[in-house]
């Protein structure tokens, strides 16, 4: 049993990139999280998922996309890499019936 | 205002000592949950406490207790008997909302406290 898993653990993008941040779960959770960590601060929610087909926005979603196809995967996608999103990306998952969140190992991103 | 405020600089503590981290809260639900999570330097969120805004007892996990005092909105972590790998960064968090589903789930965190035990 895995839990939640993130890749790539690091990323160094160039201004006006884009990519993908992975995130599995394997524990059968409906809801899924993803937030983001500047440094020094606590984690603002960026986008989360009720169930598979369903996202829906959190405080700073600007600039990511989401998408949920499967009760596993919910990948977070940059599109358009700027300065400001050099953060660290969690994802997090829970069991509707539980207050728990489950975190990932998160993803240290860096745009230059 | 801010939902969840954390104001203390950095904490120490002496080890096998109590410490209190302070955390305030702002909300006009009736029904929300109050969450303490810990970072250490590798960067892991670890789940330490919960307390519902129903639950009439204050929660206890092992050596975390949560001082919960409504009236106050206030939700302080109490560890007790501190230990050198206690060092880390604490966050709080709260949900609001009746349940634990759809948008009542979504959390929302205090900026943290940075705790370091001495030897």
């Known amino acids: 049993n895995a839990g939640v898993t993130q890749t790539p653990k690091f990323r160094i993008l160039k201004i006006g990139q884009s990519m993908t941040l992975q995130c599995t779960q394997d524990?059968?959770?409906?809801?899924m999280y993803w937030y983001r960590q500047d440094p020094g601060m606590g984690l603002k929610l960026i986008y989360y998922?009720?169930?598979?087909?369903?996202?829906d926005k959190g405080e700073v979603p600007n600039g990511y996309n989401v998408s949920r196809s499967t009760t596993e995967d919910f990948p977070l996608r940059l599109e358009l890499a700027a300065p400001s999103q050099t953060s660290v990306y969690f994802c997090?998952?829970?069991?509707?019936?539980?207050?728990?969140?489950?975190f990932g190992p998160g993803t240290r991103l860096t745009v230059t | 205002a801010q939902k969840i405020t954390q104001t203390q600089p950095g904490m120490f503590v002496q080890e096998k000592e109590a410490v209190t981290l302070d955390c305030t809260y702002d909300?006009?639900?009736?029904?929300?949950?109050l969450f303490w999570y810990k970072q250490p330097s590798s960067g892991e969120m670890i789940f330490l406490i919960y307390?519902?805004?129903?639950?009439?007892q204050n929660a206890t996990e092992g050596r975390y207790s949560l001082n919960f005092q409504k009236a106050r909105k206030s939700a302080n972590l109490v560890i007790s008997a501190s230990q050198l790998g206690d060092s880390a960064m604490y966050f709080c968090?709260?949900?609001?909302?009746?349940?634990?589903?759809?948008?009542?789930?979504?959390?929302?965190f205090g900026k943290g406290i940075t705790l370091s035990v001495r030897p």
């Open positions: 909300t006009s639900d009736q029904s929300y949950g």
């Open positions: 998922s009720v169930g598979a087909g369903i996202t």
């Open positions: 997090a998952s829970k069991e509707a019936a539980s207050y728990e969140q489950y």
């Open positions: 524990m059968n959770h409906n809801y």
């Open positions: 307390q519902g805004s129903y639950d009439e």
């Open positions: 968090a709260m949900r609001e909302g009746p349940t634990y589903t759809g948008a009542n789930s979504k959390l929302t």
